[in-house]
């Protein structure tokens, strides 16, 4: 495999990792103040949103959606001349872009006393979105060479 797709998928990994599987608990509004890890595997929610909840902690759910950043900006960039995948990247970057501003606005509420606990987490829906771009953005192709290795192909070297 190419070490392209590799980083793209191992950087999809850990989004899903760092914004749904652990999590760092804490608070801003006193400096930092750390409540703990907290680990979920099974059963993952797909979707999580609460507009009030007694949970007054903040999670570092933002890391794990900056690496979702990451790696649309990344595929976004590589698929320039493709304008459906482009089209559909730049779909991707959005949802991730409001679900990190959330994120963000939560930190900030934090540190200026007016939180109440609101969260939203959609790491596994954005993982799987990813997942589904990342496998359509990259087909494989049988060499037809001595070997019958797979080899890993972008759709702009088609």
């Known amino acids: 495999m190419i070490k392209k797709p590799k980083i793209l998928l191992a950087l999809l990994i850990l ?3 760092f914004s749904s599987l652990v999590r760092l608990q804490f608070n801003l509004s006193d400096g930092f103040v750390s409540h703990g890890v907290m680990t979920q595997f099974i059963p993952l929610p797909l979707f999580d949103f609460a507009k009030l909840s007694g949970d ?5 759910t933002i890391f794990g959606y900056l690496f ?3 790696t649309g900006v ?3 960039l590589e698929t320039m001349e493709n304008k459906l ?3 559909l990247w730049l779909g991707f970057l959005f949802i991730t872009l409001y679900a990190t501003y959330f994120e963000w ?3 900030m509420q934090d540190i200026n006393l007016t939180y109440a606990g609101q969260h939203l987490r959609m790491g596994p829906v954005l993982f799987l979105l990813g997942l589904v771009l990342y496998i359509r953005s990259y087909r494989t192709q049988r ?4 070997t019958t290795k797979v080899h890993w192909v972008s ?3 088609l």
Not at 56 to 60: A, D, F, I, K, V
Not at 143 to 146: P, Q
């Open 56 to 60: 007054l902690s903040l999670t570092s």
């Open 105 to 107: 606005m939560s930190l």
């Open 143 to 146: 060499v037809k060479h001595e």
């Open 15 to 17: 989004g899903l990792v």
């Open 85 to 87: 995948q482009r089209r």
């Open 68 to 70: 979702f950043l990451l």
């Open 74 to 76: 990344l595929f976004f």
């Open 155 to 157: 759709p702009t070297e």
